[in-house]
């Protein structure tokens, strides 16, 4: 007899390629690339053996009823699982696949890509390119920060952290400091430094935020996490939205606490285009060119911050949840989800279970 699964998105033909060649699912699915609307999944859900869904689709107590006794494996597409009420899961016995590991190297190279736009202000140039602000060679104009000789804090050392310091050892960072729950013993392997989350907020040129979603991480970056960092910081999320209070970031940014954020995730998803972190303009750049009196020339040679008086206050660099987003990427994470749901339905081990 065939299982019944439930598919809420369109999803790379890898996946549904699993889903159809071994023969045991009859699958249903929101033929869409946009989420499927609350009523949709409610109804998709019903007398499914198998749910494949997506980090922006919640999973909660509500549509496993409406899912019913049949329901066996969640298979979500994503490493993260905030999305998932894993207590009303559990309590039901049903097995849940998700896809770590297949996507930490986009991942981590999409937070690289997004730490250098945002230090060394790749929008603002682009836009001033187009917009005609472009009006010469300029020594002062666009300055941002580099990497060479920085500290850079990591906010949750996991699999995505690591290949995160991994790739920006390369750059000449000077220091990898971490914080978390435990120290790590694979940090050594790129000579991450466990510190206090203090320390790691007081001596780091560029803070990434690379930890899960959990009742300890929810709102951890707040009014009193971005006041002990340095006002030429630089500030970069990929995890997710909610381990940042949103307002509070704004504040920073605006108040010149801290220099510039990076930001792959945002609370809502999507963040509305009228929202005050879009607004945020650089001001601070006239007051930036003067010279600093207290610092003689002739050591402005090490690092350009140190001319100037203070930092300038940068754009917000928001970008739409891209981490994962490669092609083959994504049809690895479309592979392994489909495969997951499939095993997990035949009763055998799936390639990625979670086990929490
Ligand atoms: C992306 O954020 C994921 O959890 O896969
Ligand atoms: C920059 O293009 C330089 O030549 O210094």
Request: aromatic share 6%; charged share 20%.
């Amino acid at each position: 007899r065939l299982m019944k699964v439930f598919l809420t998105r369109r999803i790379p033909q890898e996946g549904m390629k699993i889903l159809s060649a071994t023969g045991v699912c009859e699958v249903s699915q929101w033929d869409s690339d946009e989420p499927a609307p609350r009523a949709e999944l409610l109804k998709g859900v019903q007398g499914a053996h198998g749910l494949l869904c997506m980090l922006s689709d919640k999973i909660d107590a509500e549509v496993l009823d409406a899912a019913g006794p049949n329901l066996k494996v969640i298979s979500t597409f994503s490493v993260g699982y905030d999305h998932l009420a894993m207590d009303e899961i559990k309590k039901r016995g049903i097995r849940v696949g998700y896809t770590p590991d297949v996507l930490t190297d986009a991942t981590a190279e999409l937070a690289v890509a997004l730490l250098l736009s945002t230090a060394r202000r790749l929008p603002e140039g682009v836009e001033e390119v187009k917009n005609g602000g472009w009006s010469s060679w300029k020594p002062l104009w666009l300055c941002g920060h580099g990497l060479s000789d920085s500290t850079v804090g990591i906010i949750g050392l996991g699999r995505i952290g690591m290949a995160i310091a991994q790739r920006l050892k390369p750059f000449g960072v000077k220091r990898v400091l971490y914080s978390g729950r435990t120290a790590k013993p694979y940090a050594a392997e790129v000579n991450g430094e466990f510190v206090p989350l203090d320390t790691l907020l007081s001596d780091s040129d560029f803070i990434v935020v690379s930890c899960s979603l959990t009742p300890q991480t929810q709102g951890l970056c707040d009014k009193a996490f971005f006041s002990k960092m340095k006002k030429s910081a630089i500030f970069v999320n990929i995890s997710r939205g909610a381990v940042v209070n949103q307002e509070d970031l704004y504040e920073a940014l605006k108040n010149g606490q801290i220099a510039a954020a990076g930001l792959d995730v945002t609370t809502p998803e999507p963040l509305p285009t009228n929202h005050p972190l879009l607004t945020l303009k650089n001001c601070g750049e006239e007051r930036n060119h003067e010279l600093r009196r207290d610092v003689p020339l002739y050591d402005c040679r090490h690092a350009f911050k140190m001319c100037f008086l203070s930092p300038v206050l940068f754009h917000a660099v928001v970008i739409p949840h891209l981490g994962s987003a490669t092609y083959s990427t994504r049809g690895v994470m479309s592979a392994l989800a489909a495969q997951n749901l499939v095993n997990g339905l035949q009763g055998a081990d799936m390639p990625s279970e979670l086990t929490v």
